[in-house]
Nanobody, 126 residues
Framework: VQLQASGGGLVQAGGSLRLSCVVS????????MGWFRQAPGKEREFVAA????????FYSEPVKGRFTISRDNAKNTVYLQMSSLKAEDTAVYYC????????????????????WGQGTLVTVSS
């Protein structure tokens, strides 16, 4: 499976951006999806996750209430809507996929995912 993330850019603090991640293949609906980010000099960290059916979502504390993860299984796409952006949200954002088959779970650690996109840079100016 291949993942292609897009939608990053430069935005002022308080603004919004929507990231997209298109996943190749015909079995997108069997994958649980996640977003992670990596700021300069820091380790990659979990941001948000969604179950394969889109029913269950989970967020890291720093983004809870500001970011929303969603998916459109008909379009093989997962989204990350980011609002009220802060300078500390500046990072390269990565989407990730994990084969979940019939599991309703979401996954929130790096080791849970075996497929990664190339990343898209989000820069928030203060």
């Amino acid at each position: 499976v291949q993942l292609q993330a897009s939608g990053g850019g430069l935005v002022q603090a308080g603004g919004s951006l929507r990231l997209s991640c298109v996943v190749s293949g015909r079995t997108f609906s069997s994958y649980a999806m996640g977003w992670f980010r990596q700021a300069p000099g820091k380790e990659r960290e979990f941001v948000a996750a969604i179950s394969r059916d889109g029913i269950h979502t989970f967020y890291s504390e720093p983004v809870k209430g500001r970011f929303t993860i969603s998916r459109d299984n008909a379009k093989n796409t997962v989204y990350l809507q980011m609002s009220s952006l802060k300078a500390e949200d500046t990072a390269v954002y990565y989407c990730a996929a994990r084969a979940a088959y019939y599991s309703p779970n979401y996954y929130n650690t790096r080791n849970d995912y075996s497929n990664w996109g190339q990343g898209t840079l989000v820069t928030v100016s203060s």
